[in-house]
């Protein structure tokens, strides 16, 4: 439960960029009755209420803290198809037929976010198109073979970089090739998550700011949902408190491991940073715990983030550690001074994916979209509110990723083992050329 509810937002890039005073909604203070509650203001909870209003739904939405305070408003900002757990590993599970409507749900998610910031005139987000995914060592023919396969199963076209072409782009010892996405974009996510509630707002949702959902209990027609000082009637509840999920719901909790990550943000120095990154396309790179970095504030100063963690560190101590990095992939960045780091916590299911559905209570989930959010949330938010309108059983497709027990601390310790692993095994494969 979150005890002390704040108006105030983490010190992210983002957040300086935003007008000083973003309107704080008044927290709920008396009893009211809706069609449906919403708990949690990140993008999955928004996107379900954007969704659900503009269908002429009552939306209530609560949130502990502010609008997008969470990993939606201090993430890279990186919007590209796929999930956490990647096709391969999709298609273990499920076969390849499912796999693959999955993988076209995430490109409908990539279309959802680029559709709203155009529909809604979200200019504040400032998308910018393209995503380099490069690698760090000999991939062969793997990339083209890639690029090949997504052309022929999705009609989704990227193209193939080799080193030389990938020169254009950076300028670093360290990559062999790359494929680049121009259907992928990157953009500012608290600028799109405030737009998103706006647009809610306008359709009719009603947000309640520093307002936790305390208790969840059954009651006649649905449910009633209590906060410090109100209650909530709804036909449906929509669960979608992502890394920061509390023991609201223990079957949700035991579910999921919250991992800290990391972003930092360098100082600006316009020629220095153009001697190594001259694109605008966003890059991110094949380790698997990746790295993943861009231009920000009009190529001015670099966004890049990355590492794990499954406590929350010092940022400044993990800022030491991204600008090594950044160094090791650039040695020309290594007078580039950090600005300002911070932190956010993903939610991880055991199995990678994210969980969406329904409990065998009647209770709405949308959460665990681990690293690879942004296509993520819009896409889930979407069939969930299907779902709910009774428009469409999509949500289902999600079923065969359901809430395992995450294993609790030593589930917690396997992460970082594994991330360690993953860490010694890039190391590994990147000494190998
Ligand atoms: C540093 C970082 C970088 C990332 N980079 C990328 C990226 O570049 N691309 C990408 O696709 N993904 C990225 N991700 C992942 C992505 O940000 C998340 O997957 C996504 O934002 C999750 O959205 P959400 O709505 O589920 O959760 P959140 O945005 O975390 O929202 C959950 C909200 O629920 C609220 N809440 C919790 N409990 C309660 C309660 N009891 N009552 C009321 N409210 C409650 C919280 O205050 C919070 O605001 C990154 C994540 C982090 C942390």
Same mark, same amino acid.
């Given at each position: 439960m979150i005890t002390t509810p704040s108006t105030d937002y983490a010190d992210v890039?983002y957040r300086?960029?935003a007008p000083s005073d973003i309107p704080l909604q008044p927290a709920l203070n008396q009893r009211i009755?809706t069609?449906v509650c919403i708990i949690g203001g990140g993008l999955a909870g928004l996107t379900t209420a954007y969704?659900l209003a503009?269908?002429?739904?009552q939306v209530a939405v609560v949130e502990a803290r502010r609008i997008g305070w969470g990993a939606s408003g201090r993430?890279?900002?990186?919007?590209?198809?796929?999930?956490?757990?990647?096709?391969?590993?999709?298609? &273990?599970?499920?076969?390849?037929?499912?796999?693959?409507?999955?993988?076209?749900?995430?490109?409908?998610?990539?279309?959802?976010?680029? =559709?709203?910031?155009?529909?809604?005139?979200?200019?504040?987000?400032?998308?910018?198109?393209?995503?380099?995914?490069?690698? @760090?060592?000999?991939?062969?023919?793997?990339?083209? %073979?890639?690029? #090949?396969?997504?052309?022929?199963?999705?009609?989704?076209?990227?193209?193939?970089?080799?080193?030389? &072409?990938? &020169?254009?782009?950076?300028?670093?010892?360290?990559?062999?090739?790359?494929?680049? %996405?121009?259907?992928?974009?990157?953009? =500012?996510p608290l600028a799109y998550c405030l737009g998103v509630a706006r647009a809610a707002e306008a359709a009719g949702a009603v947000i309640y700011e520093t307002t936790s959902a305390d208790?969840?209990?059954?009651?006649?027609? *649905? !449910?009633?949902v209590t906060t410090p000082q109100g209650r909530i009637?709804a036909?449906?509840v929509v669960v979608t408190t992502g890394g920061y999920t509390d023991?609201l719901? +223990?079957?949700?909790?035991?579910?999921?491991?919250?991992?800290?990550?990391?972003?930092?943000?360098?100082?600006?120095?316009?020629?220095?940073? &153009?001697?190594?990154?001259?694109?605008?396309?966003?890059?991110? =790179? %094949?380790?698997?715990?990746? =790295?993943?970095?861009?231009?920000?504030?009009?190529?001015?100063?670099?966004?890049?983030?990355?590492?794990?963690?499954?406590?929350?560190?010092?940022?400044? %101590?993990?800022?030491?550690?991204?600008?090594?990095?950044?160094? #090791?992939?650039?040695?020309?960045?290594?007078?580039?001074?950090? #600005?300002?780091?911070?932190?956010g916590l993903?939610?991880?299911?055991?199995?990678?994916?994210?969980?969406? $559905?329904?409990? +065998?209570? *009647?209770?709405?989930?949308?959460?665990?979209?681990? *690293?690879?959010?942004?296509?993520?949330t819009?896409?889930?938010g979407?069939?969930?509110?299907?779902?709910?309108? $009774?428009?469409?059983? @999509?949500?289902?497709?999600?079923?065969?990723?359901?809430?395992?027990?995450?294993?609790?601390?030593?589930?917690?310790?396997?992460?970082?083992?594994?991330?360690?692993?993953?860490?010694?095994? #890039?190391? !590994? @494969?990147?000494?190998?050329?």
């Open positions: 890039w300086r960029q009755e069609d969704h503009k269908a002429g739904r993430n890279g900002g990186f919007c590209s198809p796929g999930f956490s757990l990647g096709y391969e590993g999709i298609a &273990a599970r499920v076969g390849a037929a499912a796999a693959k409507d999955l993988f076209r749900m995430s490109v409908e998610g990539v279309q959802i976010v680029a =559709d709203n910031i155009r529909a809604l005139g979200i200019t504040a987000a400032n998308p910018c198109p393209g995503i380099l995914g490069a690698v @760090r060592y000999n991939a062969g023919r793997g990339l083209a %073979d890639h690029r #090949d396969w997504l052309a022929r199963e999705f009609d989704y076209q990227v193209a193939h970089l080799d080193r030389a &072409a990938l &020169a254009e782009h950076l300028s670093s010892p360290r990559y062999h090739q790359a494929l680049h %996405d121009q259907n992928a974009f990157h953009f =500012d208790k969840i209990e059954a009651a006649k027609g *649905g !449910w009633t009637s036909r449906e023991r719901v +223990p079957d949700l909790h035991r579910a999921f491991l919250p991992i800290a990550t990391y972003v930092m943000i360098s100082r600006a120095a316009p020629e220095l940073i &153009a001697s190594a990154i001259h694109t605008r396309s966003a890059i991110g =790179d %094949d380790r698997r715990a990746g =790295d993943y970095y861009r231009l920000v504030d009009d190529g001015k100063r670099v966004l890049w983030g990355g590492k794990i963690t499954t406590r929350t560190t010092e940022p400044r %101590d993990l800022g030491k550690l991204l600008h090594q990095t950044m160094t #090791d992939t650039y040695p020309q960045l290594a007078g580039l001074e950090i #600005d300002t780091v911070w932190t993903m939610s991880y299911a055991r199995h990678r994916m994210p969980q969406i $559905g329904k409990l +065998p209570s *009647g209770l709405w989930h949308c959460t665990a979209f681990g *690293g690879h959010g942004m296509n993520a819009a896409i889930g979407r069939v969930v509110a299907e779902g709910i309108l $009774g428009q469409s059983e @999509r949500y289902r497709s999600f079923a065969p990723f359901g809430l395992e027990w995450t294993g609790g601390i030593v589930g917690m310790a396997a992460v970082q083992l594994t991330y360690w692993r993953y860490q010694a095994m #890039d190391a !590994w @494969r990147e000494r190998k050329g």
